[in-house]
């Protein structure tokens, strides 16, 4: 009985624990301030929509932009003083949808083609939730 009930608290530990990393994965995650960008006429002009984006920014700016033109949307973030990017980019008419992740050193592209707004919206939304949700999900090489 002693040990059935040792193997049960050891157990019960390992889930809190694991429940303790997990939330804080996720402030971690919260404390991240992204900075959302739009580009228009080729990258030639671009306005900081927030410093700190969220959700609901990121959804209103998409659906703000007209995607018959071409413009390029971007969430960057400087956290660990290091430069990483990821954008949204191109028009429904002309130039086809793509999705790019940029870094100091790097700029890949997303593998798979990317036919809508709300894929394109959706990427970014991912991103916010974290890198590591977000390179889970999709494939950039």
Same mark, same amino acid.
């Given at each position: 009985?002693?040990?059935?009930?040792?193997? $049960?608290?050891?157990?019960?530990?390992?889930?809190?624990?694991?429940?303790?990393?997990?939330?804080?994965?996720?402030? $971690?995650?919260?404390?991240?301030?992204?900075?959302?960008?739009?580009?228009?006429?080729?990258?030639? =002009?671009?306005?900081?929509?927030?410093?700190?984006?969220?959700?609901?920014?990121?959804?209103?700016?998409?659906?703000? =932009?007209?995607?018959?033109?071409?413009?390029?949307?971007?969430?960057?973030?400087?956290?660990?003083?290091?430069?990483?990017?990821?954008?949204?980019?191109?028009?429904?008419?002309?130039?086809?949808?793509?999705?790019?992740?940029?870094?100091?050193?790097?700029? =890949?592209?997303?593998?798979?083609?990317?036919?809508?707004?709300?894929?394109?919206?959706?990427?970014?939304?991912?991103?916010?939730?974290?890198?590591?949700?977000?390179?889970?999900?999709?494939?950039?090489?």
């Amino acid at each position: 009985m002693i040990s059935w009930n040792s193997k $049960r608290n050891s157990n019960t530990l390992g889930i809190a624990e694991n429940k303790t990393e997990l939330r804080n994965r996720e402030i $971690r995650q919260e404390k991240r301030d992204l900075k959302l960008t739009v580009s228009y006429d080729y990258g030639e =002009i671009t306005k900081t929509i927030s410093e700190k984006a969220t959700a609901e920014i990121i959804k209103s700016t998409m659906e703000s =932009i007209n995607w018959n033109e071409f413009h390029i949307v971007q969430l960057e973030d400087e956290s660990d003083n290091t430069f990483k990017g990821l954008h949204v980019s191109g028009s429904l008419v002309e130039d086809g949808l793509a999705s790019g992740f940029v870094t100091d050193d790097d700029h =890949i592209l997303m593998v798979k083609p990317i036919e809508t707004v709300n894929q394109m919206t959706q990427i970014l939304l991912d991103f916010l939730k974290g890198e590591n949700v977000w390179r889970n999900k999709y494939k950039y090489e």
